[in-house]
């Protein structure tokens, strides 16, 4: 065996099992990167169909990469709104306040386009289908990242949003918890969409369409997690009894790059869960699962749901 071998083998110094998930990933990326459906797909799917019917139900965690087929882009995508509207300001409280009395055509820019982006959105095939296979009896809960609320919009009956919900407002006096319909935020939208509206009327219009408690007059907030919040304790809490009262584990659609969702996973696999990825690119979590799938969430979930193709 040559040095030459040993030079050109990334693998070199792995042990047998890193070396085969490493060749995997290699061999995931270099088809991706092709857009050339791998010859053994049906394996892996067969594979997770195999996994799911003998060990579910399954609890799914499901990140920004499901959504983007409705019409939302990853917010650190190419597309996605933090190109235009930097984290560093739009990504948490103080940073909106200054951003508002600074920056207030920015602020309504931001407002209009995030607003119109969830607003527009419907659930896609991902969303169904996940909701299809709760229906079946295979899938017990999904916990998500997105604040979208698609999953529920599908149909999906048991979903725990561990970084809050768009549409939904909390009182901070009295904890009142509201659900904005799309229909009064597309009225609200179309007030956003002419000129600029000024921050005094725009102040007054937030205040009085947006950010009122019906019940005490005190000043609410959207129910969504902002860098640098805490997650809500009862969701986190959900989120782990789910994770833990379940066989497998089905992750979808995240990089599983942001703590401490990113830990989840790890939570299942130590409490003796299968874990399968659907990605159509590997992620940071791929070298840790016991079956990973590089395809759509979308063309994976139809194949385990028809049981026709498993016959
Ligand atoms: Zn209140």
């Given at each position: 065996m040559s040095l030459h071998f040993f030079l050109d083998?990334?693998?070199?110094?792995?042990t047998l099992d890193r070396r085969k998930t490493h060749r995997h990933i290699q061999r995931s990326i270099a088809l991706s990167s092709h857009n050339i459906p791998p010859k053994d797909l049906l394996t892996e799917h067969k594979e997770a169909f195999r996994i799911i019917h003998e060990r579910g139900p399954v609890c799914v965690l499901t990140g920004a990469g499901v959504s983007v087929d409705s019409g939302?882009?990853?917010?650190?995508?190419?597309?996605?709104?933090w190109r235009q509207y930097p984290p560093s300001l739009f990504g948490h409280t103080p940073g909106l306040i200054f951003t508002f009395a600074c920056f207030p055509k920015w602020f309504q820019s931001f407002l209009r386009d995030t607003i119109k982006t969830f607003v527009q959105a419907t659930p896609n095939d991902t969303h169904t289908l996940l909701a299809t296979l709760e229906q079946q009896g295979l899938l017990s809960g999904i916990i998500t990242q997105?604040?979208?609320?698609l999953h529920q919009d599908a149909g999906s009956q048991h979903v725990v949003e561990v970084h809050g919900n768009f549409f939904r407002s909390v009182c901070k006096t009295c904890k009142r918890q509201d659900t904005l319909s799309k229909d009064a935020l597309r009225a609200f939208l179309n007030e956003l969409e002419g000129q600029p509206l000024g921050r005094i009327k725009l102040f007054k219009k937030l205040k009085q369409?947006?950010?009122?408690?019906?019940?005490?007059?005190g000043a609410r907030r959207p129910d969504m997690v902002f860098f640098g919040d805490p997650l809500d304790t009862s969701t986190w809490q959900e989120a782990i009894c789910l994770v833990k009262h379940n066989k497998v584990m089905l992750v979808l659609g995240?990089?599983?790059?942001?703590?401490p969702v990113a830990e989840l996973p790890h939570i299942a696999r130590e409490a003796g869960a299968t874990l399968i990825e659907i990605n159509p690119t590997p992620t940071a979590l791929t070298p840790f699962v016991d079956l990973y799938i590089p395809d759509t969430s979308s063309r994976a979930l139809r194949l385990l749901v028809d049981d026709e193709r498993h016959c």
């Open positions: 083998d990334p693998t070199h110094g792995l939302i882009p990853t917010f650190r995508g190419t597309d996605g709104l997105n604040v979208d609320q369409d947006l950010f009122t408690c019906p019940s005490c007059g995240t990089s599983a790059t942001v703590y």
